[in-house]
Protein backbone atom coordinates (compact mmCIF):
# COMPACT_ATOMS: atom_id res chain seq x y z
CA UNK A 1 0.00 0.00 0.00
CA UNK A 2 2.71 2.54 0.84
CA UNK A 3 4.42 2.33 -2.52
CA UNK A 4 0.89 2.67 -4.23
CA UNK A 5 0.59 6.00 -2.12
CA UNK A 6 4.07 6.86 -3.22
CA UNK A 7 3.50 6.72 -6.73
CA UNK A 8 -0.24 8.53 -6.92
CA UNK A 9 1.94 11.38 -4.52
CA UNK A 10 4.42 11.57 -6.88
CA UNK A 11 2.47 11.84 -9.98
CA UNK A 12 -0.21 13.91 -8.34
CA UNK A 13 1.93 16.21 -7.13
CA UNK A 14 4.54 16.81 -10.14
CA UNK A 15 1.28 17.53 -12.02
CA UNK A 16 0.11 20.23 -10.30
CA UNK A 17 3.28 21.61 -9.60
CA UNK A 18 3.24 22.01 -13.30
CA UNK A 19 0.33 23.53 -13.52
CA UNK A 20 1.54 26.24 -10.84
CA UNK A 21 4.41 27.08 -12.68
CA UNK A 22 2.65 27.48 -15.35
CA UNK A 23 0.34 29.87 -13.88
CA UNK A 24 3.73 31.46 -11.84
CA UNK A 25 6.13 31.41 -14.61
CA UNK A 26 5.25 30.92 -17.86
CA UNK A 27 6.85 27.57 -18.15
CA UNK A 28 5.49 24.28 -20.13
CA UNK A 29 3.17 26.63 -22.48
CA UNK A 30 1.48 28.06 -19.19
CA UNK A 31 1.04 32.22 -19.70
CA UNK A 32 2.56 33.65 -16.60
CA UNK A 33 0.87 35.67 -14.30
CA UNK A 34 -0.28 37.97 -16.13
CA UNK A 35 -1.98 35.92 -18.63
CA UNK A 36 -3.63 33.78 -15.99
CA UNK A 37 -4.66 37.15 -14.15
CA UNK A 38 -6.44 38.52 -17.73
CA UNK A 39 -7.88 34.85 -17.77
CA UNK A 40 -9.14 34.46 -14.17
CA UNK A 41 -10.48 38.35 -14.85
CA UNK A 42 -12.37 36.95 -17.58
CA UNK A 43 -13.61 34.93 -15.83
CA UNK A 44 -15.54 37.33 -13.08
CA UNK A 45 -12.17 37.31 -10.36
CA UNK A 46 -11.68 40.55 -9.27
CA UNK A 47 -7.88 41.46 -8.54
CA UNK A 48 -6.68 39.59 -11.17
CA UNK A 49 -3.28 38.97 -10.30
CA UNK A 50 -3.45 38.39 -6.71
CA UNK A 51 -5.61 35.70 -7.65
CA UNK A 52 -3.19 34.62 -10.03
CA UNK A 53 -0.54 34.18 -7.80
CA UNK A 54 -2.75 32.49 -5.24
CA UNK A 55 -3.87 29.93 -7.67
CA UNK A 56 -0.33 29.41 -8.51
CA UNK A 57 1.39 29.14 -5.51
CA UNK A 58 -1.57 26.79 -4.49
CA UNK A 59 -1.15 24.31 -7.24
CA UNK A 60 2.90 24.94 -7.04
CA UNK A 61 3.13 24.16 -3.19
CA UNK A 62 0.15 22.27 -2.81
CA UNK A 63 1.81 19.72 -4.95
CA UNK A 64 4.93 19.83 -3.66
CA UNK A 65 3.66 19.14 -0.52
CA UNK A 66 1.65 16.39 -1.62
CA UNK A 67 4.70 14.76 -3.85
CA UNK A 68 6.94 15.27 -0.78
CA UNK A 69 4.56 13.70 1.90
CA UNK A 70 5.31 16.72 3.94
CA UNK A 71 2.06 18.44 5.53
CA UNK A 72 0.07 16.28 3.64
CA UNK A 73 -3.21 17.44 4.37
CA UNK A 74 -2.20 21.10 3.90
CA UNK A 75 -1.02 20.39 0.41
CA UNK A 76 -4.54 17.64 -0.41
CA UNK A 77 -6.76 20.92 0.80
CA UNK A 78 -4.76 23.31 -1.81
CA UNK A 79 -5.68 20.87 -4.58
CA UNK A 80 -9.10 20.11 -4.06
CA UNK A 81 -9.99 23.55 -3.00
CA UNK A 82 -8.46 24.87 -6.47
CA UNK A 83 -10.25 21.46 -8.34
CA UNK A 84 -13.74 22.79 -6.42
CA UNK A 85 -13.18 26.36 -7.59
CA UNK A 86 -11.86 25.29 -11.46
CA UNK A 87 -14.89 23.10 -11.69
CA UNK A 88 -17.31 26.15 -10.63
CA UNK A 89 -15.68 28.57 -12.88
CA UNK A 90 -14.64 26.51 -16.05
CA UNK A 91 -16.30 23.23 -16.35
CA UNK A 92 -19.67 22.45 -14.06
CA UNK A 93 -22.14 23.53 -17.40
CA UNK A 94 -20.12 20.93 -19.91
CA UNK A 95 -21.16 18.24 -18.39
CA UNK A 96 -18.57 15.62 -16.82
CA UNK A 97 -16.56 14.22 -20.03
CA UNK A 98 -13.25 15.81 -20.56
CA UNK A 99 -13.69 15.56 -24.34
CA UNK A 100 -16.55 18.39 -23.39
CA UNK A 101 -14.61 20.74 -21.48
CA UNK A 102 -16.24 18.81 -18.22
CA UNK A 103 -15.18 17.90 -15.03
CA UNK A 104 -13.82 14.71 -14.68
CA UNK A 105 -10.57 14.97 -14.53
CA UNK A 106 -11.01 18.04 -11.80
CA UNK A 107 -13.40 15.66 -10.25
CA UNK A 108 -10.75 12.44 -10.61
CA UNK A 109 -7.93 14.86 -9.11
CA UNK A 110 -10.40 16.22 -6.05
CA UNK A 111 -10.46 12.61 -5.38
CA UNK A 112 -6.51 11.68 -5.95
CA UNK A 113 -5.64 14.58 -3.17
CA UNK A 114 -8.94 12.94 -0.94
CA UNK A 115 -6.79 9.86 -1.12
CA UNK A 116 -3.65 11.24 0.30
CA UNK A 117 -5.41 13.55 2.75
CA UNK A 118 -7.52 10.39 4.45
CA UNK A 119 -5.26 7.84 4.00
CA UNK A 120 -1.77 9.82 4.59
CA UNK A 121 1.09 10.16 2.55
CA UNK A 122 2.47 6.27 3.70
CA UNK A 123 5.67 4.95 4.53
CA UNK A 124 7.70 6.84 1.87
CA UNK A 125 7.24 10.60 2.89
CA UNK A 126 8.82 13.62 5.18
CA UNK A 127 5.79 13.35 7.32
CA UNK A 128 6.70 9.78 8.78
CA UNK A 129 10.27 10.52 8.58
CA UNK A 130 9.56 13.26 11.05
CA UNK A 131 7.70 11.05 12.81
CA UNK A 132 3.67 12.60 11.95
CA UNK A 133 0.75 10.53 11.43
CA UNK A 134 -1.38 13.25 9.64
CA UNK A 135 -3.83 10.68 8.58
CA UNK A 136 -7.34 9.79 9.28
CA UNK A 137 -10.88 10.51 9.45
CA UNK A 138 -10.10 13.91 11.21
CA UNK A 139 -7.07 14.87 8.82
CA UNK A 140 -8.95 13.95 5.54
CA UNK A 141 -12.25 15.57 6.71
CA UNK A 142 -10.32 18.81 7.95
CA UNK A 143 -8.66 18.70 4.29
CA UNK A 144 -11.75 18.65 2.40
CA UNK A 145 -13.55 20.93 4.29
CA UNK A 146 -10.80 23.30 4.26
CA UNK A 147 -11.01 22.87 0.36
CA UNK A 148 -14.43 23.51 0.31
CA UNK A 149 -14.55 26.20 2.85
CA UNK A 150 -11.67 28.62 0.81
CA UNK A 151 -13.28 27.84 -2.47
CA UNK A 152 -16.94 28.99 -1.87
CA UNK A 153 -14.70 32.16 0.00
CA UNK A 154 -12.90 32.72 -3.74
CA UNK A 155 -15.65 32.35 -5.59
CA UNK A 156 -17.71 34.84 -3.17
CA UNK A 157 -15.00 37.46 -4.34
CA UNK A 158 -16.29 37.27 -8.01
CA UNK A 159 -18.42 39.68 -10.11
CA UNK A 160 -21.71 39.16 -10.38
CA UNK A 161 -21.82 37.66 -14.14
CA UNK A 162 -24.33 38.53 -16.48
CA UNK A 163 -25.16 36.13 -19.03
CA UNK A 164 -24.52 36.76 -22.60
CA UNK A 165 -28.40 36.87 -23.80
CA UNK A 166 -28.83 39.34 -21.16
CA UNK A 167 -25.87 42.01 -22.71
CA UNK A 168 -27.37 41.39 -26.30
CA UNK A 169 -31.11 42.35 -25.41
CA UNK A 170 -29.46 45.24 -22.84
CA UNK A 171 -27.50 46.37 -25.88
CA UNK A 172 -30.86 45.91 -28.22
CA UNK A 173 -33.06 48.11 -26.16
CA UNK A 174 -30.30 50.97 -25.88
Known amino acids: MDLGILILRVVLGLLFMGHGAQKLFGWFGGYGVAGTAGWLESLGFRAGKPMALAAGLSEL ?31 LGKGPWAASGGWELNATNIAAAAVVG ?10 KLAGWDLSGLEWGAAAVTGAAVTSLLTLATRRRQVPVEAVATQSQAA
Open 118 to 127: FAGPGRYSLD
Open 61 to 91: GGGLLIALGLLSPLGAAAVIGMMITAIATVH
